[in-house]
């Protein structure tokens, strides 16, 4: 049986149709790539099969102020018990080679008084090397080989303490406790400063005791490739700030935003913010100074992906006057607030100037649409209220009309004026 021909022609069919739409650009997706650093600071980087471990054991002093505080305390607890135990036994075998452990010599003179058995011995150690003294045993001049004894006991605790003590106190001065105090932005932003697309961070200290010295690093870390097929999973590239340049030092009194200006050094000055999106770098920032109580230099790091940088938004001010004192709301200190920025890339930006003078003419007239309607209602309003007084009303609000703005943009063999209401 053959097919109905239907009544609709082909062209007109859902299959013509979709062949005559002309397609929109697909983009491809990001893929969720881990970042090299968390938000709080810590790499997120595995170490694995390392055969040389020996080289930890190098460097003990670093290797246990690296450790984590359960390991610390049992190491710590550990190597004085068995410094302890080890001496007891050498206070025991001199008091047994000397004869002082036989009952029938109760009345001789003993190496040590009061040493009868292991416990006692042990006892006597702990006294010798924590320098307690309870007066019950002592060292009599009989035996050098006691003296000696105590001479290598008084030296191996010394060196146990210095080591143990300087220990317990690096890992509590340690400069990353400092940089708990130092915040970041939740989000960067991107906008325009200064007729030029900016990368801006805010960065804050939340102690009244500054860091000196304070310098900011951006780094922006991606996996790239060579022309010779070289794959670098991951590639660090700097990035120049407004401080970086003038090459001066940060005073961190109060929250400030860090900007870089995306120019032609920039990684970012090809990304418009559709493939920002759509890539997968990450910014990192580092934060770097002396605390100012310790001496101490701190380190704070955070990093800023992709989906965390919002383009076309600004941070909002923060730092107000009040009754003659600065006032600083951290309440507000990651809040942004849009603002009209061209979605174009730095690049298209300097080749076509009119891109920005555009998105402000556009701004500006949304702007004043707006102010009209909200003049209107409030006109529309006072007459509903007034009733016979609108003309009044009128004279009034006559003078709340928007001023004329005018917009200056080049044009080919001179300049023109354009106005706007």
Known sequence: MLARKSIIP???GLPGLVSRTPRKPVFRDRVNKARFIAK????????????EQGRFLQDVFTTLVDLKWRFTLVIFTTTFVSSWLLFA?????????HG???????????????????TSAFLFSIEVQVTIGFGGRMI??????????LILQNIVGLIINAVMLGCIFMKT??????????????????????????????????????????????????????????????????????????????????????CHAIDKNSPLYELSAMELQCSDLEVIVILEGVVETTGITTQARTSYVSEEIQWGHRFVPIVTEEEGVYSVDYSKFGNTVRVATPRCSARELDEKPSILIQTLQKSELSHQNSLRKRNSMRRNNSMRKGGGGGGSLRRNNSSMVSPKVQFFTPAEGGQSANAVT
Not at 100 to 118: E, G, I, M, W, Y
Not at 140 to 149: D, F, L, N, R, S
Not at 192 to 206: K, T, Y
Not at 217 to 246: C, N
């Open 40 to 51: 709080n600071g810590s790499c997120n980087l595995a170490h694995k099969n390392i055969r």
């Open 140 to 149: 009599t001049e009989q035996c050098p080989a006691a003296i000696t004894v």
């Open 100 to 118: 002082d452990l036989d009952p029938q010599r109760l009345h001789a003179v003993h190496c040590v008084t009061n040493v009868k058995s292991f």
């Open 173 to 258: 001065a340690q400069s990353n406790r400092r940089a708990e105090t130092l915040i970041f932005s939740r989000h960067a932003v991107i906008a325009v400063r200064n007729n030029r697309l900016c990368f801006m961070i805010r960065i804050g200290d939340l102690r009244k005791s500054m860091i000196i010295g304070a310098t900011v690093r951006l780094q922006v870390v991606r996996k790239t490739s060579t022309p010779e097929g070289e794959v670098i999973p991951i590639h660090q590239i700097d990035v120049q700030t407004e401080s970086a340049v003038a090459s001066n030092d940060l005073f961190l009194l109060a929250p400030l935003i860090i």
């Open 89 to 97: 036994m050498s206070w025991w075998l001199v008091a047994f080679a």
């Open 10 to 12: 082909e062209e007109f």
